[in-house]
């Protein structure tokens, strides 16, 4: 009840209040209209740190069920407790069958760190939940392939094209548990992360935890510099099923990254 209070209480600020201005600002830059926004169901934690308790006290919800939930439990010198989201942009996560069991955040400013995710809770795991199963399984069930990728904004953003089939941790490395999740789902994920060092080393470990649960993986890579939801905005559909049928398996993507990181022989012309 807290959580789904929550979310209601978070969608309600982005739509309508005077400072949320920057964060609807910043999911019109993202290309994220209003209809993939309610899809998503997503929401801005106002920067005044008791709005969301307040008004969930005044509902009937206790602060303690605020804290057990996730909600809430900062405590200053003073004793006092604060929403543990404060002005930033929320993406709810739900589990397979839909349900809220717990929030991530993207700062808005210059605040660190960049995203947030709520603590772990009896209803809420970071290494057990992938985010957009709910909107992605149907589609995973019919086709037997996933596509697994690193933000919250990826995902929405090859949803809007098409690609239900798209999900991705919540800012952690992939688990056995995670593994299990997908496997229930598909026969064969591409693995799609930041094309970095650490997007890299994510995906070698990614695709040797995937193999170990017998499960067909593969990787593709983007262009340095362009995010999977900023590929498709620029590029189309079209290129982005290019490089997904162009993804290789974990021998060939550890062979090139041996032959990219050596010395680059000088031209003979």
């Known amino acids: 009840?807290?959580?789904?209070?929550?979310?209601?209480?978070?969608?309600?600020?982005?739509?309508?209040?005077?400072?949320?201005?920057?964060?609807?600002?910043?999911?019109?830059?993202?290309?994220?209209?209003?209809?993939?926004?309610?899809?998503?169901?997503?929401?801005?934690?106002?920067?005044?740190?008791?709005?969301?308790m307040e008004a969930a006290i005044k509902a009937g919800i206790t602060q303690q069920t605020?804290?057990?939930?996730?909600?809430?439990?900062?405590?200053?010198?003073?004793?006092?407790?604060?929403?543990?989201f404060r002005?930033?942009?929320?993406?709810?996560?739900?589990?397979?069958?839909?349900?809220?069991?717990?929030?991530?955040?993207?700062?808005?400013?210059?605040?660190?760190?960049?995203?947030?995710?709520?603590?772990?809770?009896?209803?809420?795991?970071k290494s057990k939940v992938l985010y957009g199963l709910s909107h992605a399984a149907p589609t995973m069930r019919k086709l037997r392939r996933?596509?697994?990728?690193?933000?919250?904004?990826d995902v929405i953003g090859c949803h809007r094209h098409g690609f239900t089939f798209a999900v991705a941790p919540l800012g952690t490395a992939?688990?056995?548990?995670?593994?299990?999740?997908l496997k229930r789902y598909a026969e064969e994920i591409v693995l799609l992360f930041d094309p970095d060092a650490a997007g890299n080393a994510a995906s070698l470990r990614g695709a040797e935890m995937l193999l170990e649960a017998d499960i067909n993986v593969r990787i593709a890579t983007l262009p340095a510099g362009?995010?999977?939801?900023?590929?498709?905005?620029?590029?189309?559909?079209?290129?982005?099923?290019?490089?997904?049928?162009?993804?290789?398996d974990l021998a060939e993507f550890k062979t090139d990254l041996v032959l990219a990181a050596l010395p680059k022989t000088p031209s003979l012309d």
């Open 146 to 153: 996933a596509i697994v990728l690193e933000g919250y904004t």
């Open 226 to 248: 362009l995010d999977p939801d900023e590929f498709l905005d620029e590029k189309g559909p079209d290129a982005f099923i290019e490089r997904l049928d162009g993804a290789v």
């Open 1 to 52: 009840k807290a959580l789904e209070f929550a979310v209601d209480f978070y969608r309600q600020t982005l739509k309508k209040s005077p400072a949320a201005e920057t964060a609807r600002k910043y999911l019109l830059k993202r290309r994220i209209q209003a209809e993939a926004q309610e899809s998503f169901a997503l929401g801005y934690a106002p920067a005044d740190g008791t709005l969301l």
């Open 66 to 84: 605020l804290q057990t939930a996730g909600l809430a439990g900062y405590q200053n010198e003073r004793g006092r407790y604060y929403d543990f």
């Open 87 to 125: 002005d930033r942009l929320l993406f709810p996560i739900f589990d397979a069958k839909g349900e809220i069991v717990g929030f991530g955040g993207r700062v808005l400013g210059d605040g660190q760190p960049k995203y947030l995710n709520g603590p772990d809770t009896p209803l809420f795991s």
């Open 174 to 181: 992939l688990t056995q548990d995670h593994a299990a999740l």
